[in-house]
């Protein structure tokens, strides 16, 4: 039965490593390039130096324009980092999708059953096999990923909890590749036809990423606050946090600017007869207000969410191995 699946898949294996070999032709040469560049302006040394506390500003300004220079560079590859992000999904709906529903739109799945093989036993080959070869492919995926979009991170403000860039690196891209095969599996057992199950993985695919990506990845974990005055003090944003919501509050905690944040001289500082924010009916007290998660939560949030995605791709497969007795 294990050779008979391979034999099935093996042209499908050929073509995937195919398409693999090309796409890493193409973004090697890309990916040293950019590691070139990024060594060449000194921010190795920038990312070092914007990790202490007691950094000095000249410092900060000068790697903030060698950050810039980099990014303008290298900005279009954010579009190319758009499109690798459906390569999951493309496993899925040409992996996933047909694996059940081929087999019996040409009821090839009957030849099998005759022959002494259970349902459970053909289902549990199948799976398996397609499931470990997906997985092989996943983690080449997510380590080539972490390495070609790493300077790019470095580079990015947000860091690598940003939008698209936490979504191509470390261990979510294998969460996110199962999730999807299984899902077409799960489609192709339930509806039997090949486009119909396509169209399902797709749309179920987009959305549930999406709904976790909106909903559920900013309450992983608790987010933290950050205050500090509004006169006198500089921007306590740390190059890396991601910022869920900022503000100028008044002293009595109302919200008086959402989205940004004022930053006004010393008191000694300013003209006579002036107070920073009254023109905003700011008065004594008034500070700067951020809620946002600190960098280092990039791990635990790779692991619960990667942790969603295997869950349901297990789910997914269990349903899928259930549904298939039903099959005529």
């Not at 979009?149 to 191509?168: S, Y």
């Not at 006579?272 to 905003?280: A, L, Q």
Request: glycine share 10%; charged share 15%; aromatic share 12%.
């Amino acid at each position: 039965m294990i050779w008979m699946a391979w034999r099935q898949h093996r042209r499908q294996v050929l073509f995937t490593l195919l398409a693999f070999a090309a796409l890493a032709a193409l973004m090697v040469p890309i990916g040293l390039a950019t590691r070139h560049s990024f060594d060449q302006l000194g921010l190795p040394d920038c990312v070092q130096a914007l990790s202490r506390a007691d950094v000095a500003r000249e410092t900060v300004d000068s790697c903030e324009q060698g950050f810039r220079r980099f990014t303008n560079q290298y900005g279009a590859l954010n579009f190319v980092a758009v499109l690798l992000l459906i390569l999951p999904l493309l496993v899925g709906l040409f992996w996933g999708a047909p694996l059940v529903a081929r087999e019996v739109e040409h009821g090839t799945h009957r030849f099998v059953w005759t022959q002494g093989i259970s349902r459970r036993r053909w289902a549990l080959v199948k799976v398996g096999l397609v499931g470990a070869i997906v997985l092989v492919l996943a983690i080449c995926y997510g380590l080539g990923m972490s390495w070609w979009v790493d300077p790019l991170t470095k580079a990015a403000h947000e860091g690598r909890l940003g939008f698209i860039i936490f979504d191509l690196q470390g261990v979510v891209p294998i969460g996110y590749t199962l999730f999807a095969v299984a899902l077409g599996i799960f489609a192709g057992t339930v509806w039997r036809r090949m486009l119909p199950a396509m169209a399902v993985t797709l749309f179920g695919y987009v959305g549930v990423r999406a709904a976790v990506e909106v909903l559920a990845r900013p309450r992983y974990l608790p987010a933290e606050t950050l205050t500090f005055p509004v006169a006198g003090s500089e921007s306590h944003e740390a190059r890396g946090d991601w910022i869920l919501a900022s503000g100028v509050r008044a002293a009595d905690g109302r919200l008086v600017v959402s989205d940004g944040t004022l930053m006004c001289p010393p008191a000694d500082q300013m003209p006579p007869g002036r107070v920073c924010g009254e023109k905003m009916g700011l008065g004594p007290g008034a500070y700067n207000w951020q809620q946002y998660h600190p960098a280092d939560r990039f791990w635990p949030f790779q692991a619960i969410e990667t942790g969603i995605f295997v869950a349901l791709a297990l789910l997914l497969v269990y349903l899928a191995v259930r549904w298939i007795r039903r099959i005529a």
